[in-house]
T-cell receptor
Framework: DAGVIQSPRHEVTEMGQEVTLRCKPI?????LFWYRQTMMRGLELLIY????????DSGMPEDRFSAKMPNASFSTLKIQPSEPRDSAVYFC????????????????FGDGTRLSIL | AQSVTQPDIHITVSEGASLELRCNYS??????LFWYVQSPGQGLQLLLK??????LVQGIKGFEAEFKRSQSSFNLRKPSVHWSDAAEYFC???????????FGAGTRLAVHP
């Protein structure tokens, strides 16, 4: 089975440009998570969706960041305008429906998008 | 609030030596616990998980972890480390609904030949 697919794998762009990161979750998974990883701050949860609905976006650093999930098989994370401090590796993860409460399904991660803002 | 602490930022072991990576959690109810491994340039890969039952959990790549409720710990072990085990290891606890996870800061493992 295909895992979580992220594109592009690498992105280099100039400050001020719009950046769009893409994620295709594992088929049948109904939760999707966006993370950012840097040396200074480690792994940070930005936003997560359940059944295509955003549940918690409190980790989104600024209004320059936005995320959408128009259907069960696709999500985007957009940064507009981008800044050098946005340089990081961005991960998408998905998980299958929870079996009761609290949730107990593991997350499956993509290989990430390495973003460099010059 | 729920939290995960990995006390060791870096650990170096010799190839063939045993390994134990520490993880302590803070969670009000029965925790769901996970260990992930991240190799350079890759995403996080699930090593093992604990939900209930036997407190000693076996995972992939020869790893195991033991849940100790009295110590709020979920330490990861491997009896003999291989050079390919050099990576960063993350402990995580399930945080309520929607399969959200709280991650520790990670432990970077170096393996000397």
């Amino acid at each position: 089975d295909a895992g979580v697919i992220q594109s592009p794998r690498h992105e280099v762009t100039e400050m001020g440009q719009e950046v769009t990161l893409r994620c295709k979750p594992i088929s049948g998974h109904n939760s999707l998570f966006w993370y950012r990883q840097t040396m200074m701050r480690g792994l940070e949860l930005l936003i997560y969706f359940n059944n295509n609905v955003p549940i918690d976006d409190s980790g989104m650093p600024e209004d320059r960041f936005s995320a959408k999930m128009p259907n069960a098989s696709f999500s985007t994370l957009k940064i507009q305008p981008s800044e050098p401090r946005d340089s990081a590796v961005y991960f998408c993860a998905s998980s299958s429906p929870a079996m009761g409460q609290p949730s107990n399904q593991p997350q499956h991660f993509g290989d990430g998008t390495r973003l460099s803002i010059l | 609030a729920q939290s995960v602490t990995q006390p060791d930022i870096h650990i170096t072991v010799s190839e063939g030596a045993s390994l134990e990576l520490r993880c302590n959690y803070s969670y009000g109810a029965t925790p769901y616990l996970f260990w992930y491994v991240q190799s350079p340039g890759q995403g996080l890969q699930l090593l093992l998980k604990y939900f209930s039952g036997d407190t000693l959990v076996q995972g992939i790549k020869g790893f195991e972890a033991e849940f100790k409720r009295s110590q709020s710990s979920f330490n990861l072990r491997k009896p003999s480390v291989h050079w390919s085990d050099a990576a960063e290891y993350f402990c995580a606890v399930g945080d309520g609904g929607y399969n959200k996870l709280i991650f520790g800061a990670g432990t970077r493992l170096a393996v000397h030949p």
